[in-house]
């Protein structure tokens, strides 16, 4: 297995470093992520271990992450992977298609992301039109993404066509890359739209050939997104990298969904092929009018709960400073005199209704 990749997954040597953890154990750092002062809660993930794990036939595990909080949530959700990927142009910042973000916002993402996910492996987006146009774009934008957005791979939207530019990529500036194929959201449009691809025989067999040319190319991975498993499961027994899969069936390597879709967080549609975990978006939209109407009724902040108070007898100078100054008589607590009258009158309202 890996017959492939370790052939074309051959780092230089100045990628790897070993640090020292809390444990006996090492911790291997990129370039890319040099160690810090703080301690991993457990070993980095890295293209080693993602080899492992597919050798070992355990899925892999990965997630899109969009900034520093939903990168944390993923560290310490313990997952493989994390995808900065450019669906954050619709889930994050309200775009109709992920092909109006920006190669330096999905920098600004990926660096925020780098801060929360320690120990995943990070890939992320290289944007439409940073990898289209000639090959010298390309492996200066992969080598941009790796150094100012603090990266450790980058994942293209292409089959054959991007496969020279992928190489030069991998052998030629040492980037790690993985590829994609199926639905390319990317070029959607071209596509007819966000449709199931390699339903007839020819299109399978012709995804079979972009997944073959990826791996030749390079690639240490290949997402398979929006295809049937059949497909899915044919491109994964054919290849000797990990296939990461969305929308693709159970026969995968490894799995990778939005991490918006999956939360309930998304409010324009959620994908067939996503399974919901959670439904935050109502829970967050209830908690959110909860707040509204907690400062309404001046109910938040609690005086005590969430204030803070001078010592005595700083409290008593100020208090003679004030009334001196500005002769303005404080209350005998920060309670104003509006907080007052409202509990009083829904005391009232409450002892009315239960007569």
């Not at 230089?12 to 160690?35: E, F, G």
């Not at 992920?98 to 290289?126: N, W, Y």
């Not at 609690?302 to 409290?315: D, K, N, Q």
Request: hydrophobic share 40%; proline share 5%.
């Amino acid at each position: 297995m890996f017959r492939a990749a370790t052939h074309h997954m051959h780092l230089p040597k100045r990628l790897y470093a070993t640090i020292p953890t809390v444990q006996t154990s090492s911790v291997r750092a990129y370039s890319a992520r040099p160690p810090t002062a703080l301690e991993e809660s457990r070993p980095k993930v890295t293209i080693r271990t993602i080899k492992k794990l597919y050798a070992d036939r355990k899925p892999i595990s990965m997630m899109t992450a969009y900034d520093y909080p939903t990168s944390v949530a993923c560290d310490r959700a313990g997952l493989d992977m994390v995808l900065v990927g450019d669906s954050l142009a619709m889930v994050a910042l309200g775009h109709e298609d992920t092909s109006q973000i920006t190669m330096d916002e999905m920098i600004h993402h990926s660096k925020a992301v780098a801060r929360g996910a320690r120990s995943p492996f990070l890939v992320t987006d290289l944007p439409f039109g940073a990898y289209q146009s000639d090959h010298t774009s390309a492996v200066n934008n992969a080598i941009r993404m790796v150094k100012e957005g603090r990266a450790e791979a980058v994942k293209l939207e292409a089959g054959r066509r991007a496969a020279a530019k992928i190489n030069d990529i991998v052998h030629g500036a040492g980037v790690p890359v993985v590829g994609h194929i199926g639905l390319t959201p990317q070029t959607a449009v071209a596509l007819g739209g966000f449709r199931v691809q390699g339903k007839s025989v020819s299109n399978a067999q012709s995804l079979v050939d972009d997944a073959l040319a990826l791996q030749d190319a390079g690639c240490f991975a290949v997402v398979l997104e929006a295809m049937p498993s059949l497909v899915a499961e044919t491109v994964t027994r054919l290849l000797h990298i990990p296939t990461i899969g969305i929308g693709a069936g159970p026969a995968t390597s490894g799995q990778v969904l939005v991490l918006s879709d999956m939360l309930g967080m998304f409010d324009r549609f959620t994908p067939k092929f996503c399974r919901s975990f959670a439904d935050l978006g109502p829970r967050m939209a209830a908690a959110i009018g909860e707040y509204k109407q907690a400062v309404r009724s001046r109910e938040f902040p609690s005086e005590g709960t969430h204030t803070y108070e001078m010592p005595a007898a700083a409290e008593e100078k100020w208090r003679a400073y004030v009334q001196k100054q500005f002769g303005m008589e404080l209350s005998s607590s920060a309670v104003t005199e509006a907080t007052v009258n409202s509990q009083t009158a829904k005391a009232a309202i409450g002892s009315s209704e239960s007569h």
